[in-house]
């Protein structure tokens, strides 16, 4: 792996409480690698020590081969960051903002205008360019904050809750602009408890929680490290007795969600013939019947769960 | 070095458009030093001419470390503070542009009391190189000194202006501001002497061609003293207490 972020026994202790508990992993470039965890996981402590503004306690991080302890600001000259609580200065217009972030990073004046004009346009923001960001909307100030982050063109990005409480246009904004910067070789590392948007959007997944790494593997080998997790899912036309679908042998467990039943089990089509044979004895119809594969909502909640193990 | 200086007047334009072009910080940089004055001139009866060294000091000391205490917790409360950290940029270039912005704020407002002084009341201006000198590095002194009120890990910008007036506030009746300490007794003029801003009244008296018990070139080398150890003492308690303005 061409890794642009190694990271070695990384710990973090905060007192006595420890926060980040010897983690590895690695990230390649034009990877979007999503971090999830629980609230209290170790998710903005693991940024925070990347991204060379917290030291760690032990162990090692290194961002484009520079060491965030020794030499961060080497690395920080090459990423873009947009942490999980800051803010773009709201006495100062979308235009003043992104200036002030691009003369942070010595940008030719003439470059950072022209940077600065297609950051503006690409998030939607030009026609507010001169407006205080005290005026913005928290998806307007989310996406200000990303074109602050990008103003220097970074090759490896960090992105801490970035869609939070966002509406669903600045969402899928967000998320096609980082699909197409890992496109375009831009490693990006995204923090995020949304287990649906990591997904959607993330190459490999890693699972932290209580502060060590729970899981980290592609979205889909870690749906299948949880086979068990397969379900049938059936609605059917009239009432329907639970008990009687929890006697199929083949079900493992039933969930009833609105008017569909989940059936649990490690082989579907077992249970499809069996729910069937049960509409036909109850005098009802099946008015629908779908297989589902297990969820990686389903292998956060089991790897997270008091007990949870490690995949 | 050069990008540093960049970046750490680019920290300095934001501060003066986000903390300094306020009506109420400009009008308490002009109107505070100014009651003052009057207070002492009409109210005790003063000549004016000899309270001009004071006015300026007083201005230079309210105005260059008036807003530096303020301005990492107010950061630090609004969150923007973690988007300055993950920037390319050192504590000692983030303190540097805080404190140039104070400095410029200071110089200029120093200026306003010393055209009044001499083009208005007359008074002589002997040493003009000892005022520009003693004005600059005490702007600088002043604003370090602001910083290192900061230094509490708190997002409660009241709570640090409170510690910043205890201190702010004594040091201007035992600094010569209104008494040149040459005429004060022997056990307050020690005490005086431990007052950075004893050595800016001074350096101004003497530039104005007043009688002064410490040499305008000692309190240069005074001055720069004090301006270093408050520098080394700022940037090493900044640096340790940094990561913890980001808990939470």
């Not at chain 1, 932290?208 to 059917?236: H, M, R, W, Y």
């Not at chain 2, 270039?93 to 002084?117: E, K, N, Q, R």
Request: proline share 6%.
């Amino acid at each position: 792996m061409n890794a642009v972020i190694r990271v070695e026994d990384l710990t973090r202790y905060y007192g006595d409480h420890l926060a980040v508990d010897h983690i590895d992993f690695e990230v390649a470039g034009g990877e979007i690698f999503g971090f999830l965890g629980p609230n209290g996981a170790g998710k903005t402590t693991t940024q925070r020590m990347l991204t060379g503004i917290l030291p760690p306690s032990a162990g090692s991080a290194y961002v484009l081969e520079h060491n965030m302890v020794r030499d961060p600001l080497g690395a920080k000259e090459h990423i873009g960051v947009v942490p999980e609580v800051a803010n773009p200065y709201i006495e100062l217009s979308g235009w003043q903002n992104l200036i002030f972030a691009g003369e942070l990073y010595v940008l030719p004046r003439p470059e950072l205008r022209s940077r600065a004009e297609q950051l503006l346009e690409q998030f939607d923001l030009w026609e507010r360019r001169d407006t205080r960001a005290r005026a913005y909307s928290k998806g307007m100030k989310q996406r200000l904050m990303l074109a602050m982050a990008l103003i220097h063109r970074p090759q490896v990005l960090f992105l801490d809750e970035p869609t939070g409480g966002l509406d669903v246009a600045s969402r899928r904004l967000i998320h096609s602009r980082v699909q197409e910067l890992a496109r375009s070789g831009t490693a990006v590392f995204y923090t995020t408890h949304n287990i649906e948007e990591a997904n959607m959007l993330c190459d490999r997944v890693a699972i932290i929680q209580d502060g060590q790494l729970a899981a980290i593997n592609t979205p889909e080998a870690l749906k299948a490290t949880f086979s068990g997790s397969q379900a049938v899912e059936v609605a059917f036309e009239g009432p329907m007795d639970p008990a009687s679908l929890e006697a199929i042998a083949a079900v493992n467990r039933v969930e009833k969600h609105g008017d569909k039943f989940h059936l649990y089990t490690d082989s579907p089509g077992q249970v499809v013939s069996a729910v069937v044979d049960i509409a036909r004895s109850e005098a009802t119809r099946i008015v629908s019947v779908n297989t589902l594969g297990p969820s990686l909502e389903e292998v956060f909640v089991r790897l997270t769960e008091p007990g949870g193990g490690s995949q | 070095m050069m990008a540093a200086a960049r970046r750490a007047w680019t920290i300095a334009k934001k501060d003066i458009r986000i903390y300094y072009l306020r009506g109420p910080v400009i009008i308490f940089g002009v109107l505070f030093p100014a009651f003052l004055f009057m207070a002492f001139a009409w109210g005790r009866g003063l000549p004016a001419r000899d309270l001009v060294p004071g006015l300026i000091a007083m201005a230079l000391f309210f105005t260059s470390s008036a807003t530096t205490p303020a301005v990492m917790p107010f950061e630090t409360r609004t969150r923007t503070l973690e988007r300055l950290l993950v920037a390319p940029i050192t504590v000692p270039t983030l303190i540097c542009g805080d404190v140039l912005a104070a400095v410029l704020f200071g110089v200029v407002f120093s200026l306003l009391p010393t055209a009044f002084a001499v083009g208005i009341i007359g008074a002589p201006l002997n040493h003009p190189a000892f005022l520009i000198a003693g004005i600059l590095l005490s702007a600088l002194c002043f604003a370090i000194l602001g910083s290192l009120f900061s230094l509490p890990p708190t997002d409660n910008p009241s709570s640090i202006m409170t510690i910043s007036n205890l201190v702010r506030l004594p040091l201007i009746f035992i600094s010569g501001i209104f008494v040149p300490i040459a005429h004060m007794a022997s056990w307050m003029q020690f005490v005086a002497l431990l007052s950075p801003l004893t050595y800016t009244t001074e350096i101004i008296r003497a530039a104005f061609g007043e009688r002064v018990i410490v040499s305008p070139w000692l309190c240069l080398v005074v001055l720069a003293g004090f301006t270093v150890v408050l520098w080394v003492i700022t940037i090493t308690a900044h640096r340790r207490n940094m990561p913890k303005r980001l808990v939470g």
